[in-house]
Every structure is written in C-alpha cells, then in structure tokens.
C-alpha cells in the first residue's frame, strides 16, 4: 500500500496529428470493443520533461539528459568549467565511458543514456581529477572506449561508478531509466503514465489534402508543384497517472524540498503541456477541461477508464457526458473499495459542479497549490520515519 498523487483529466483535442504510428496515421487502440484514438504515455511524458526546462520550477542542475551523445556535454564541461582542450577532453570522455562499460562507437553510445546533469556534472569532475592519468592511456583508450568495458587506471572505474549514485534530477527520479550495461545503476520510476484513450469510439480518420506553388514558377503554368495527405482526427481523451510519493522521496535522497518542486514541475506539466506533433500544421493547443488531483495514503492505484468502458455516445458533444461518466464512476470505486483520499477538481468548461470529484477550485494554481499542500505533507511525514528508521 502506497501513499499516492493521482490525476485524472479530461481534455479534448481539436482537429490534429498529435502521435503518429510508423505509418503516419494517428495512433489508435481498441477498447471496450470499439476503437479508439489514442496517444501514447511517451509522448506526454516527452513533452512534460520539455516543460520542466521551459517553466524552471526545478533548476536545470536538478534535471536530466536523454542522449547518445553524452561524451560530448562532458567534454564540454570539461572545457567551460576546467579549461581542458576539447579535442583531448573528448578522447578523454569517451575512454571514461567506456570504462562504465557505456562505449562510444562512431561518436555516440550505443542507445539512449539518461544521465542526471549532476552524474555529468561528476563524471567530468573526476576525468579532470584524473586528467594526467587519462592522458596517458589516451592513445589506447581510443580503441579500448570502444570495447564493451574499457580498462581504466586505478581505482577511476569505481570512482566513476559512484559518480552514476543518487541523481538529484528530477526526471530520472520521476520516470526511471534503464542502463542496459549497469543494470544497478537502474531507476524504478515514481510516476507511471497511461496511455490517453478518447472516451468515445473514433469515427474514423479524415485526410487533408494538400497542395503547395512554387512561388517562382512562371505564371502561366498551372497546377501545384507539390501534394500529398496529412490524416487527423479529433477526440476528447481521459488522461490517467499516479505518482508514488515514497518512491519518489527515496529517488531524490530523502530530499523533501525538491521532490517537492519536482512534484509541482509534474503537475504544472500534466495540465500546460502536449505532445507536439504537427502543431505547425493544425495547432491544437487545447487545454484539459477537467482536471482531477487524488492524494491517497494506504492506497493503491486506481485508474478511472473503466467509466468508458462503454463508448460515450454524443450529446451535444463529447465532454460533458464524459464528466459526468468519470464521476459516477469515481463515485462507485470510493464507495466499495474506499480510500477516496482528499479530492479536488477544476472545470475548464463550465459551471456545472461534480460533488463525486471532490473540492471544486476556482483555478489551476490553487487546485495545484491545494494539493501540493497535502502532498508536503505526506512527504515531509515520511521522510521522519525513514530518519527514525536509519537511527
């Protein structure tokens, strides 16, 4: 049993190409027997990390990099920060790299690293304490750093390790990572996502046609010079996700002011941002019109999609009917299973009060402020009893 910061949104997208497949269709799934759009957890967690940098609740410093090309930021903070020749403090880098058993072939790693900006941060510390030694093996490192697990002098291979220990960013924190080399040096993620499913069937895709004139072709010319098909859709999704406030405290080292900050990054995220794909072409910049915030303590998860599970059937539109599913169907899981925990809601859309959603909260940041508080709460409780705990 978990203590919990749950959300449950409602948000309908205009017209859009949000999260294509391979094919370049929206993505869809089945549910409940028919089919749905659909967009996947990745992308909203892709485009909430974004926002973490963009809002700056938490520092750059408290954030982390997704990359291939993590020897290049060490490099580079080889030289900004220790004056240290790029060139040398790449080769350097690399052979570091490869050292962990991460090698780098033809100038990135061999799959996506998330690294804190602080594990970079040490790992370029300890290259530049180390810098004569590296130098010296430089010449062999170059092929060594390719290997699966490069030789290093002394005791840097365990320094280095250590250097990978107890992260402070917050998205590594938040969303885990996988280190497929050094599987210790995994992260169990706090926050699990669902996938966005519309509360209604998807009535089938539409395509744009387009076109597009060479603006220098002679006037006289007819017809386009360019054409093709973009394939849309519009739905009003139901948006599910839980944090584990524990497991989050113990990602950021007992550290209950940033995972705090880290927790109202995550909020403002879930309602401000979105997946990006085709914005250009059809920006759909349409903000949740139900936001649910869950705090529960002995709780387990419980996602709210069973509400439509039965596909909404229109009624003047998608959205009302589908708030009024999601809070009966709220209504009936606090009613037989309990721990309803302390609810709270804002409707984007209109008037209309939900009393099985909770507290009602005239904006965004009290709803957000509201909830924190409760959260600080539980955190600052928790990180009491580990310190018993550890004497």
């Known amino acids: 049993m978990k203590a919990l910061l749950e959300l449950h949104y409602l948000q309908n997208f205009a017209p859009s190409n949000l999260n294509r497949d391979d094919t370049g269709s929206p993505k869809d799934a089945y549910f409940g027997g028919t089919r749905r759009a659909r967009v996947s957890s990745q992308s909203f967690k892709r485009a909430m ?28 903070i080889l030289r900004d920060t220790h004056a240290r020749d ?44 180390h810098w004569d030694a590296l130098q010296g093996g430089a010449e062999d490192g170059g092929k060594k750093g390719k290997s699966k697990k490069a030789a290093l002098p002394g005791d840097l291979a365990k320094e280095l390790a250590k250097a990978l220990d107890g992260s402070r960013a917050v998205d590594v924190a938040l969303f885990g990572r996988m280190l497929a080399d050094l599987p210790e040096k995994n992260a169990d993620a706090a926050a699990q996502v669902a996938h966005a499913i519309s509360t209604h069937a998807m009535r089938g895709r539409e395509f744009d046609f387009y076109t597009a004139v060479d603006d220098l072709k ?46 109202r990054a995550f909020l403002e995220a879930s309602v401000f941002a979105a997946p990006t794909g085709k914005q250009n072409t059809f920006a759909a910049h349409n903000t949740p019109g139900l936001m649910v915030q869950v705090v529960r303590q002995d709780a387990s998860p419980r ?7 039965k596909a909404v059937r229109e009624d003047k539109g998608f959205v009302r009917p589908s708030m009024i599913a999601l809070g009966e169907e709220k209504a009936r899981q606090d009613r037989i299973f309990g721990d309803e925990g302390s609810s709270r809601y804002v409707n984007a859309v209109d008037d209309q009060a939900f009393a099985h959603l909770g507290e009602p909260q005239g ?24 310190k018993a705990a550890r004497g």
């Open 49 to 76: 990390r974004m926002d973490f940098r963009a809002r700056g609740t938490v520092a750059p410093d408290e954030l982390g990099e997704r990359t291939k090309r993590a020897h290049e930021e060490i490099a580079r």
């Open 86 to 129: 790029e060139s040398a403090a790449l080769t350097a880098a690399e052979l570091a790299l490869g050292g962990l058993g991460l090698p780098v072939k033809d100038g990135k790693s061999q799959y996506l690293l998330f690294l804190g900006r602080d594990e970079l941060t040490r790992v370029a510390d300890l290259i530049n304490t």
């Open 218 to 263: 002679p006037t006289d010319t007819a017809g386009a010079d360019m054409l093709g098909t973009v394939e849309f859709g519009s739905a009003t999704y139901y948006r599910y996700a839980c944090v584990d406030l524990q497991k989050l405290l113990e990602n950021l080292g007992g550290d209950v002011d940033l995972a705090v900050r880290g927790l």
């Open 303 to 309: 996602n709210l999609a069973n509400a439509f599970e």
């Open 363 to 386: 904006s965004v940041k009290a709803l957000i402020d509201a909830t924190i508080a409760d959260a600080q709460a539980i955190l600052t409780a928790l990180n009491v009893t580990v």
